[in-house]
């Protein structure tokens, strides 16, 4: 048990560009999170899988935001035309129950 | 929509004595959990302790533990004998009914040597 993976763990992109990231889970954790985290702030909730069904998205996720996880195990996350507002921590987690998780180490996207 | 609210940006504490950490939360559900969260400076977050809002006795963790008011929507950490290794962001979180974590804004905690 390796604990929650995310690649890559630094993204610099121009403005405009599409961005992907990936969130491997701890094995057989059927529940997988993600969040974004802005400087001085708590993560904010962006959405939720369990398994391959995304259960739960955020309100104020952009239609440019979509994610994935297609098999149930591994998860993408893809920004369409980056804004520099986008800037900010993008952190997975997962869950093997409702009421626990466990955090990757995040990737920081830097929006030029 | 629910609200977790830490009041404090900045907290310290002389190491090996006791720190409070203040959060409170705005829901209409009754049952549901809390949690905090230790973010240590760059490095992921991990979870300290974890509170079912239907059990009344207050979860504790070693030197760990809280006290959760639930009428007053209230849930504060306490840190018995701080050590070095406290030192960390430490976020106050909410999860609904709905399976979405709700997060505090965060208190910096610096323990002196």
């Known amino acids: ?112 | 929509a629910q609200t977790v609210t830490q009041s404090q940006p900045e907290m310290s504490v002389q190491e090996a004595e006791t720190v409070t950490l203040s959060c409170t939360y705005d829901t209409s559900e009754s049952d549901y959990y809390l949690f905090w969260y230790k973010q240590p400076p760059s490095r992921q977050m991990i979870l300290v302790i974890r509170q079912e809002a239907y059990k009344q006795q207050n979860a504790t963790e070693n030197r760990f533990s809280v006290n959760f008011q639930k009428a007053a929507k209230s849930f504060s950490l306490k840190i018995s004998d701080s050590q070095l290794g406290d030192a960390a962001m430490y976020f106050c979180a909410y999860r609904s009914t709905g399976n979405q974590f709700y997060f505090g804004t965060g208190t910096s905690l610096t323990v002196i040597p």
């Open chain 1, 1 to 112: 048990d390796t604990g929650v993976s995310q690649d890559p763990r630094h993204k610099i992109t121009k403005r405009g560009q599409n961005v992907t990231f990936r969130c491997d889970p701890i094995s057989e954790h059927n529940r997988l999170y993600w969040y974004r985290q802005t400087l001085g702030q708590g993560p904010e909730f962006l959405t939720y899988f369990q398994n391959e069904a995304q259960l739960e998205k955020s309100r104020l996720l952009s239609d440019r935001f979509s994610a994935e996880r297609p098999k149930g195990s591994f998860s993408t996350l893809e920004i369409q035309r980056t804004e520099q507002g986008d800037s900010a921590m993008y952190l997975c987690a997962s869950s093997p129950r409702a009421y626990e998780q466990y955090f990757g180490p995040g990737t920081r996207l830097t929006v030029t």
